[in-house]
T-cell receptor, first 112, second 114 residues
Framework: GENVEQHPSTLSVQEGDSAVIKCTYS??????FPWYKQELGKRPQLIID?????GEKKDQRIAVTLNKTAKHFSLHITETQPEDSAVYFC???????????FGKGTRLSVIA | ETGVTQTPRHLVMGMTNKKSLKCEQH?????MYWYKQSAKKPLELMFV???????ENNSVPSRFSPECPNSSHLFLHLHTLQPEDSALYLC?????????????FGPGTRLLVL
């Protein structure tokens, strides 16, 4: 089955700097890669996703890149703000009824 | 914030108790999920229901028993749990289980087993 590895497990950046979180997956048939943000004490919420027919997707300060050949995808947050502090989860999903498989999460701290 | 609701939000139970977690989705979705979230572990999928039929069961111990009476409601019945079952239990829903779609999560039930 699918296996998703996420790095780093914790990340601290200064406000205004960029943050990058990387994930690798094992199943070459995976074709959907969402990213979720979970603030302290709150539920995970989708912030951006990418499908396998696209190499990059951007939404304001957030971007995701996908390298299907290398089987890795990354989340990029630019101009970080204190409210970006949260745990970020990547996930990968194969075709058909295969479920989403999540990474272990990255705790991002943005220091003002 | 009211799309997927869960009750109770917090639960403390002994190992001999029986309790149930409830999830309700108001999004008109066809698929519902139970996840377990423990510290320093990835979200673990426990059960998937599609149109009230269980389509995924990730070898979860029998002390966890799901029930899906209709497409809007999902329960997780708990009995004779172990301390290692203490975790945040998250419910989620999506339009269909197999499509590339967003899953919407509930706020979770934080469970402590003594």
């Amino acid at each position: 089955g699918e296996n998703v590895e996420q790095h780093p497990s914790t990340l601290s950046v200064q406000e205004g700097d960029s943050a990058v979180i990387k994930c690798t997956y094992s199943d070459s048939a995976s074709n959907y890669f969402p990213w979720y943000k979970q603030e302290l004490g709150k539920r995970p919420q989708l912030i951006i996703d990418i499908r396998s027919n696209v190499g990059e997707k951007k939404d304001q300060r957030i971007a995701v890149t996908l390298n299907k050949t290398a089987k890795h995808f990354s989340l990029h947050i630019t101009e970080t703000q204190p409210e970006d502090s949260a745990v970020y989860f990547c996930a990968a999903k194969g075709s058909g009824n295969t479920p989403l498989v999540f990474g272990k999460g990255t705790r991002l701290s943005v220091i003002a | 914030e009211t799309g997927v609701t869960q009750t109770p939000r917090h639960l403390v139970m002994g190992m001999t108790n029986k309790k149930s977690l409830k999830c309700e989705q108001h999004l008109g979705h066809n698929a519902m999920y139970w996840y377990k979230q423990s510290a320093k572990k990835p979200l673990e999928l426990m059960f998937v229901y599609s149109l009230e039929e269980r389509v995924e069961n990730n070898s979860v111990p029998s002390r966890f028993s799901p029930e899906c009476p209709n497409s809007s409601h999902l329960f997780l019945h708990l009995h004779t749990l172990q301390p290692e079952d203490s975790a945040l239990y998250l419910c989620a829903s999506s339009q269909n289980p197999g499509a590339q779609e967003t899953q919407y999560f509930g706020p979770g039930t934080r469970l402590l087993v003594l």
